[in-house]
């Protein structure tokens, strides 16, 4: 059963500190997503790759975000340096272009103290 | 103004009841999808169902079904037979510019279901 891996599941940081959450998509999906979700924004796309370039990043704050793909098995996203205000889960997704399911990672619980 | 719109920020339902979940979007692209997706209490978020704007036929997937209705730009979730387990936050989510190949996918603000035994 394929599945959208995410890890650290959990991340205590202090503010001020660097974060790097990791996505391993599914094989042979070539569109990766990256979504934050809180109570009062709800969920928002960040960031989306295909093929491994990044197609649209407009809803990632440029001055402490940035996503890549180092290969097609890998997507990260960082933030330095953190705030409390990222505090949120942040979910992968991956899908395939042509078809349009995402399938989401289980996310990334960040508490920015 | 938003592009989708879940009115129902909460739901009540009786088991073995169906339910439908309400979902408004607003696009001027004529191509583009709509889905819903299912968030358990354990957070992760569980793809249900997709309809394709072009598509003639409303989806089906087990006992979920999506009604389509094009011209009034809404796209409701019907849960027939509800279970326990339908517990959920569920997220109206549409994906536009698909003639386009761009990949912009905007969600609704959810409507938490709590199905009563």
């Known amino acids: 059963d394929a599945r959208v891996t995410q890890t650290p599941r959990d991340k205590v940081t202090e503010m001020g500190q660097e974060v790097t959450m990791r996505c391993q998509p599914i094989?042979?999906?070539?569109?990766v997503f990256w979504y934050r979700q809180t109570m009062k924004q709800g969920l928002e796309l960040l960031a989306y790759?295909?093929?491994?370039?990044?197609?649209?990043d407009s809803g990632m704050p440029k001055d402490r975000f940035s996503a890549e793909m180092p290969d097609a098995t890998l997507a990260t996203l960082k933030i330095q340096p953190s705030e409390p205000r990222d505090s949120a889960v942040y979910f992968c997704?991956?899908?395939?272009?042509?078809?349009?399911?995402?399938?989401f990672g289980p996310g990334t619980r960040l508490t920015v103290l | 103004a938003q592009k989708i719109t879940q009115t129902q920020p909460g739901m009540f339902v009786q088991e073995k009841e169906a339910v439908t979940l309400d979902c408004t979007y607003d696009t001027s692209d004529p191509s583009y999808g709509l889905f819903w997706y299912k968030q358990p209490s354990s957070g992760e978020m569980i793809f249900l169902i997709y309809q394709g704007s072009y598509d003639q036929q409303n989806a089906t997937e087990g006992r979920y079904s999506l009604n389509f209705q094009k011209a009034r730009k809404s796209a409701n979730l019907v849960i027939s037979a509800s279970q326990l387990g339908d517990s959920a936050m569920y997220f109206c989510a549409m994906r536009e510019g698909l003639t386009s190949g761009t990949y912009k996918y905007i969600f609704g603000t959810g409507t938490r279901l709590k199905v009563l035994a």
């Open positions: 094989l042979g999906h070539n569109t």
């Open positions: 790759f295909r093929n491994r370039a990044p197609l649209d």
């Open positions: 997704a991956s899908g395939t272009s042509g078809r349009d399911t995402q399938y």
